[in-house]
């Protein structure tokens, strides 16, 4: 057991006694980040434990015996400010621990419908001593370090490390809305901000868009891997939707009774707001998706969604890739990007886009501004003043039909 601190004024009544009554606490460091501090009154001085947050927990043993409960000596003080600062079994109002907000994350996703891969990815980049750092203890400086560590000691990619830090970000922020007490939310809003490759800020690759021909081709290579597999990719296919929100979908998400109207009920992505209202918005789907979504919502009842979560996607969406020669970095979010550009490139207004895509035309001419430069120009040229050749307007009938207007 580690041995207890030694303070010569805190150490008995009689030297605490002697102390200056003042506002400000005697402190004295018991742990690294944790201080036990000693308010002197005028009365019965107080006991509080101080570790990026203040809490006063007894009342001194100045006047009274201690009876290591409401009042307590200075060793006792001692052990009831580690057990607050590090956590408790028996305590219910102990600060949280980085394990503690990871697991409370990942019961939130689980409640809400969304991927528990967010959370424990993020545990098994963490150390032990890094699980056991209690929230508001964290600072900026490990944080940077741990993130950058993501790339230089696991191997991560940038994207993989961005994503990581990301969920740790939102595992965080949820820890810090439930406890007022976590006020250090500077330290991962900056340690774990995204890293960025030299010109990461560019548009898209060419290659983010395919021609329809090779994603049917993917499409279809997709159902020879597994009709599972081959459904939801074609889904993301002809929606341009995220993945996450496909997999909210359920039976009666899907209208088919209107065969000029076919589409589905897709939720809107939260975008790590909580607090935003559950929305669905109607895409549209083609005449054959809505009969293969039909024969699922049959074939897997009105109680299970239409699709189940599949593991390692990005690695068999390689394989699809491998088989028919086509780039092997693409991922099945290319589907998405190429739903857009498909979309920008038929001079589709981007207001109407972006809602089908539950994103905002802000986002739309910062990603794709390339894309939007061969659109404008399409559509300008429809509008310009065509000087015609002089032998057609000679040619031109003469109007008769002009009237002066009256002085």
Known sequence: MARSRYSNNLKNRTNRLKLPIKKKPYKLLIAPGIFLCYRRNAGPGTWSVEAGWLKRFAVADDFEAANNNSVMSFWEAQKRALALARGSEADSDKPVTVDEALTAYQTDLKIRGGAIYNATSVRNHLSAAMLAKVVMLLTETELLHWRDGLVTKDGLKLSSANRIGKSFKAALALAAKRDKRITNSAAWKNGLRPLKAKGGSSPPRDNYYLPDADILSIVAECYVEDADFGALIELLAVTGTRESQALKLWPHDLRDDDSDDLHVMLWCSDKGNRDRDPEQRPVAITPKQATMLR?????????????????????????????????????????????????????????????????????????????????????????????????????????????????
Do not use: C
Request: no cysteine.
């Open 295 to 407: 024969q699922r919502a049959t074939t897997r009842g009105a109680k299970r969604p239409l699709f189940d979560r599949i593991w390692n996607m990005s690695a068999r969406f390689r394989v699809v890739l491998e088989r028919l020669d086509l780039d092997l970095s693409l991922t099945p979010y290319t589907l998405r990007h190429s739903s857009i550009i498909r979309q920008i490139r038929s001079n589709t207004p981007l207001r109407l886009i972006a809602y089908s895509h539950d994103t905002s035309v802000v986002e739309i001419e910062r990603t794709y501004a390339r894309y939007l430069g061969n659109a404008s120009r399409d559509l300008t040229k429809r509008g310009l003043l065509i000087d015609a050749e002089p032998d057609v307007r000679q040619d031109r009938p003469h109007m008769d039909n002009v009237i002066a207007l009256a002085r």
